[in-house]
């Protein structure tokens, strides 16, 4: 079990804490939030992602996300069968 002071295992080569995270998250930074939402979809397991990061706003920031084009392209596709799945997007 991680404390809230613990470095999550996606930033293993920053000194963040869980905390810290949170506090970008939930900030009004956007380029901060935009490298750290860039993060956990590239980095953290899939089931840990929605820990950080809601459907909502990962539709709302995925154009600005900087990741890599075999990732982005999974996850565009993922929303894209959401979507079309979802009779509310519709």
């Known amino acids: 079990m991680q404390t809230i002071t613990s470095r999550p295992y996606f930033l293993w080569d920053y000194d963040l804490s869980e905390a810290d995270v949170q506090h970008i998250l939930q900030g009004e930074n956007e380029t901060e939030k935009v490298w750290l939402m860039s993060r956990?979809?590239?980095?953290?397991r899939y089931e840990d992602v929605w820990k950080y990061i809601t459907l909502a706003e990962l539709r709302r920031m995925f154009p600005k996300l900087q990741l890599k084009p075999q990732v982005r392209e999974a996850w565009a596709f993922a929303l894209q069968v959401?979507?079309?799945?979802d009779p509310h997007e519709r």
């Open 40 to 44: 956990i979809v590239e980095s953290a």
């Open 82 to 85: 959401w979507a079309a799945n």
